[in-house]
């Protein structure tokens, strides 16, 4: 009995030998521009913004590059009820990267990302669920666009300009 557990176990080990993990490069794991950016952004301004952003880009230790991101909206009334009153609103939010290599003083990085979610609104006047529940879908809209330009970028040669 022993022989046969400790010939399961050798067996068990050998035959994971050739395992090989996703994240073995440290590549997939690093923003290339975390502590090496200088970032400002334009157009919409979302309140928390500004909080997200030291999150993906750290502080600007060493001013490599110059990140520029315009912030559109676009809100699209989905459904309208017989009183006129928009019963289901869908936003559009326009993300537009631009990447500045500042030794170079070149663009190597220009992109544009969309991010939707929509809204049921409950009442034309102020609604504390709605307000709550629209900030909260800007969130994560906001989440969702800076980890989709940061795993873009990560397979980038940023160092040359385009």
């Given at each position: 009995?022993?022989?046969?557990?400790?010939?399961?176990?050798?067996?068990?080990i050998i035959s994971c030998g050739e395992i090989d993990f996703i994240y073995k490069e440290d590549k997939n794991l690093i923003n290339p521009l975390y502590e090496k950016t200088e970032v400002s952004t334009s157009g919409l301004d979302i309140n928390f913004m500004n909080s997200y952003l030291p999150?993906?880009?750290?502080?600007?230790k060493q001013n490599y590059f110059s990140l520029s991101i315009e912030i559109e909206q676009n809100k699209i009334k989905r459904s309208i009820e017989t009183n006129q009153a928009t019963s289901k609103l869908k936003y559009e939010l326009k993300f537009i990267y631009t990447l500045v290599l500042n030794e170079k003083n070149c663009i190597t990085f220009d992109k544009e990302l969309v991010s939707h979610f929509s809204i049921i609104p409950k009442s034309s006047g102020y609604n504390y669920g709605t307000d709550s529940s629209l900030e909260k879908k800007y969130q994560l809209a906001i989440t969702e666009n800076l980890n989709r330009f940061v795993?873009?970028?990560?397979?980038?040669?940023?160092?040359s300009c385009s």
């Open positions: 009995m022993k022989r046969l557990f400790f010939v399961t176990i050798f067996v068990f999150m993906f880009f750290g502080k600007n795993s873009i970028i990560t397979d980038r040669d940023l160092n």
